[in-house]
């Protein structure tokens, strides 16, 4: 008999991933590869095991045992790829913001506005393009505010 613990791969991007975390910390180390991150995760009925990067941790790390989320890894047109993690509706417990989540969620809207204001102002209705355009401008200004892009 195997009693090895699954590992949960969230390799489908745009798909949604609910899952019920077993614990209120994740374990970490770090190993040749770098620093890990392994939450244990309930996903279709069945207890698993999920390694995370830095952005996704810092996310999931809000959350506590029992709390059901939906995880999405997203890519837009232009390949980008980014982590999405919001609570199951009524499923989860309230979630008390930090102030460094605070401050993550006014630079996300900051950046979003000043995205939507470097775009010209259009009289149709906003297609995908246009969308995809906007998040990929508010996504590059949120690596500039996070400093994982150097300044020139």
Known sequence: MNDKLKTLQISQYNTDYP?????DRCKNGTSQYGTWNLYGV???KEPQGLFVDERLHAMLN????GDQVVI???QDLNGNLSWCVS???SKTAPLIISQDTRTKDIHRQLCLKVSVMSFPKL???WDDEIIS???????S?????DGSVPES
């Open 19 to 23: 899952v019920t975390l077993l614990y």
């Open 72 to 74: 999405r890894r997203e």
């Open 62 to 65: 809000q959350y506590r045992k």
């Open 42 to 44: 309930v996903y279709d």
């Open 133 to 139: 355009e906007i998040k990929s401008r508010t996504e």
């Open 123 to 125: 009289n149709k209705h």
């Open 87 to 89: 609570p199951e509706a």
């Open 141 to 145: 200004l949120l690596e500039i505010l």
